[in-house]
């Protein structure tokens, strides 16, 4: 069976920054797009970013230059470091690939 399991979230002050994980199993994670979602409290799900297989990324112009998205293959694991995190950051974060979604983590920016 196919899983993604999100890990990293937490509280942080604004300014500072957090690493997620996510860590699939039960398909070809190395040949297949792995991307981020975040659903901000009162707002609808929106795109953070994708990881193709060579690596390229792309990012929505909200994270641009504040988020960085990377893959281990031989882990199985996609990351998104998170920096000069902002209030506005506040959400639950999905991983999603291969058509399935993780579970989500809670990231909460706040003095």
């Known amino acids: 069976q196919v899983q993604l399991v999100e890990s990293g979230g937490g509280l942080v002050q604004p300014g500072g920054s957090l690493r997620l994980s996510c860590v699939a199993s039960?398909?070809?994670?190395?040949?297949?797009?792995m991307s981020w979602y975040r659903r901000p409290p009162g707002y609808e799900l929106e795109l953070v970013g994708q990881?193709?297989?060579?690596?390229?990324?792309h990012y929505e112009d909200s994270v641009k230059g504040r988020f960085t998205i990377s893959r281990d293959n031989d882990k199985n694991t996609m990351y998104l470091q998170m920096n000069s995190l902002k209030p506005e950051d506040t959400a639950v974060y999905y991983c999603?690939?291969?058509?399935?979604w993780g579970q989500g983590t809670q990231v909460t920016v706040s003095s």
């Open positions: 999603m690939g291969y058509g399935n």
């Open positions: 990881i193709f297989q060579s690596g390229l990324t």
């Open positions: 039960g398909f070809p994670f190395g040949l297949y797009a």
